[in-house]
């Protein structure tokens, strides 16, 4: 019975299919969502990861609409969100965005919420908001620079990826570690369990 159940994970980002490996889950599916991601007016860090991960899951949902081999699927989403106090920092596309994020980041502490937004077989929707604080040393404008030209800023929130050199900024975190890097893997562990999908099955295949 277990073993025919499937998990779609409705995302094009490789961190979130390493960490579900990480905890043993290789999804059946995966299926990138390209939404507008741009936040509404005023709109609290939390409410966008809450509101980006249903939109994910949901266009999903309506993506494999008329493919029964998916009807009584799991389909899982996440969307991460950086933040200092209520400004939202953009997942830059050009240098200087990242470059403005590293500046603003630079001796502070931030926010991390990731929204989770799981789809149950009988369609029910499951939600949970996860957050993590970090603080980054004081960052020189040579650490900022070679920083820059790594490269590992392009497709992340905040222009950082806490689990490749940033990793080395972080003077303090309190909270998921995973969830910085996309998916808090306690939370989203334990939601699929409470749905009733069998994870431990999933180890006990090895
Ligand atoms: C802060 C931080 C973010 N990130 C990544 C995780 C996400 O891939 C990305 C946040 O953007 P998201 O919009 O949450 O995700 P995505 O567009 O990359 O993927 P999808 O919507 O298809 O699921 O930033 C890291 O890898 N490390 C970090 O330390």
């Not at 094009?12 to 390493?18: A, F, I, L, Y």
């Not at 969502?33 to 994910?56: F, G, I, N, Q, V």
């Not at 369609?123 to 960052?139: A, C, G, N, P, S």
């Amino acid at each position: 019975m277990t073993v025919t159940q499937k998990l779609i994970l409705a995302s094009g980002s490789p961190r979130r299919v390493e960490l579900l490996a990480q905890a043993g889950i290789e999804p059946a599916r995966l299926l990138p969502m390209d939404l507008d991601e741009t936040p509404k007016r005023a709109e609290h860090p939390r409410s966008l990861a809450r509101r980006l991960s249903a939109e994910k899951a949901k266009a999903a949902l309506a993506a494999i609409k008329g493919e029964p081999a998916w009807d009584g699927s799991y389909i899982l989403a996440a969307d991460t969100v950086v933040c200092v106090g209520r400004r939202i920092l953009p997942k830059p596309e050009l240098i200087g965005e990242a470059s403005s994020a590293l500046h603003l980041l630079s001796g502070r502490s931030h926010r991390v919420y990731t929204g989770i937004c799981l789809v149950t077989p009988d369609r029910t929707i499951r939600q949970k908001v996860v957050d993590t604080k970090v603080r980054f040393k004081r960052l020189s404008g040579y650490d900022i620079e070679s920083y820059l030209a790594s490269g590992q800023w392009r497709g992340k929130a905040g222009g950082y990826g806490i689990q490749g050199i940033a990793g080395s900024f972080v003077v303090k975190l309190v909270g998921s570690y995973t969830n910085v890097v996309g998916l808090p893997l306690y939370e989203t562990v334990n939601l699929l369990i409470g749905e009733g999908y069998d994870v431990h099955a999933r180890w006990l295949e090895g």
